[in-house]
């Protein structure tokens, strides 16, 4: 993996990019904020196999500290989409970064005012289905693949995989793979996502996030 997509690494698997700032196009207007999420709503360590180095987060906290430089895209209104962003103001919620072994994962469980259109956010995940990303580290290229997602009865679902790579890199070079999950009824949302190559099923991660997290909040 070369330096440039180690970077990509870094920026678009950390919390600042499952847990957003403020959106676009996709984006309802902002509204006050949402009830306290407790940490007993993520999922139990031992529920992500073979997982380490657990790393939680408080949303609120996340979303207080400051952004790295932001990166340029060549396609209007495909900023979201590009940082992973699916959580604009609103918010309150935990989560949590494990290394797993290929890569890492992540889970967010938030409850919002302002919840994402998840059938809009897949729309325009497929409208910028490939986009040039030009920062101060360089070029890359965001190639997003829209997937058929997990059923969950009563809740909206996305389901995506993006693959960050070099321009004009040969195909036996894979780039950094990242997948994402979501899944969203009323005001609570649950993202899970790997980057690299960590052969989660993570759409069982996911469904068993949303009903573990179902007690917690009172659903």
Not at 91 to 116: I, K
Request: charged share 15%; net charge negative.
């Amino acid at each position: 993996m070369t330096a440039r997509i180690r970077a990509l690494a870094v920026s678009a698997a950390a919390l600042a990019t499952i847990s957003g700032v403020p959106g676009e196009s996709i984006q309802a207007a902002a509204a006050p904020p949402s009830p306290v999420v407790p940490p007993a709503a993520l999922l139990p360590p031992e529920t992500v196999p073979h997982a380490s180095a657990r790393d939680g987060f408080d949303l609120a906290s996340a979303l207080s500290t400051p952004d790295r430089e932001e990166s340029r895209v060549d396609v209007g209104g495909c900023e979201d989409v590009v940082h992973g962003r699916l959580i604009g103001t609103g918010a309150a919620g935990q989560g949590f970064q494990s290394a797993v072994p290929g890569g890492q994962v992540s889970e967010l469980v938030a409850r919002t005012t302002n919840p994402p259109d998840l059938t809009a956010w897949a729309a325009q995940a497929a409208r910028c289905s490939q986009v040039t990303v030009d920062d101060a580290a360089g070029t890359a290229v965001s190639t997003v693949t829209v997937q058929p997602p997990p059923t969950v009865p009563g809740a909206k679902t996305l389901s995506y995989q993006q693959l960050l790579t070099l321009p004009g890199q040969p195909p036996e070079l894979p780039g950094l793979r990242l997948r994402t999950v979501a899944i969203a009824a009323d005001d609570v949302l649950v993202v899970l996502r790997d980057a690299g190559t960590t052969g989660l099923d993570l759409d069982t991660l996911a469904v068993a996030a949303w009903r573990h997290a179902a007690g917690p909040l009172g659903r």
